[in-house]
C-alpha cells in the first residue's frame, strides 16, 4: 500500500518531509490538510494524528507524526535512501538526533512566531502582534548565531561537518525558509549578518533541487498575496481618512 503523507505546504515541517520523499524517490500520495480552512482540527484528521499537526503519515496500518520522527521513519525504513541523510554509524546518528532536538527548543520558537507576528497573523484571522514578533527575533537571531558558530564549524558545507545533507539540514533550513515572507529588508536585516548560514542554506537548496524550490514555491505566492494585503489595508486607511467627517449630534 501507498505511504500516504498529510501535508500543508505553508508548513515548514511539512516541506521537509515531503522534499525528502521526492529527493530518496519514495512513492507517495500527498494529502493536503489545509491549515488556512483549520483542516488539522477537523474529527477526521484527528484519527490520523490525535495531536492536530502537520505532517503525518499513513504507512500501511502504522500511523506516525511529528516530523523528526517521520524523517527518521523513512530514512530507516525505505531502501535506497541514502545513508548519508540518517547515518547507520550510532555515534554519527545520535549527533544528528542532537541537532533535531536542539531545533524544537530554538530555531523553531525563534522562526515560528516571528513570521505568524509580523507577516501572517492576518492571512489566518489573527492580529499582528509586534512584541511577540520582537521577542521571538531575539531567539532566532540567537539560534543563527550558534548554527554559524557550532552546527556549521568544520570544513564541511553541512552541518556537523558533513559533506553531504541529513535531515538535519533539510528540516533547519526549512525552517529558515519560513523567513521568505518577511519583508526582504527585515529579512536581510536577520540573515546579512550570518555569511555561513546563508552558503549553508544555498548548499542544502542545491543539493535537494529540483524539489526544494517546488516546495517552497507557495512562500513566494504567499508573501505576494500579504503584500497585496497590507497594500489594500493601506489604500483603505487613506480613502478613508479623505472622507469629511460626519457632523455631531447637537
Known sequence: MKLKLYADRMSQPSRAVLIFCRVNGIDFEEVKVDISKRQQLTPEFAEINPMKKVPAIVDGRFKLFESHAILQYLASAFPGVADHWYPA??????????????????LRRGAAPLVLNKALAPALGLPLNPKAAAEAEIILSASLAKIESFWLKGNGRFLLGSLQPSIA???????????EVLDDEVRARILGPHKKVIKWIDDTRNATQPH????????????????KMHSDAGSDQTESSRKPALPSKI
Open 89 to 106: 554509524d550510532l555515534f554519527k546518528r545520535a549527533k544528528i538526533n542532537s541537532v533535531l532536538d536542539w531545533h524544537h527548543s530554538n
Open 169 to 179: 539540514d533539510l528540516s533547519l533550513v526549512c525552517e529558515i525558509m519560513q523567513l
Open 212 to 227: 526544494f524550490d517546488e516546495m517552497h514555491a507557495i512562500l513566494f505566492k504567499a508573501k505576494e498575496k500579504l503584500l
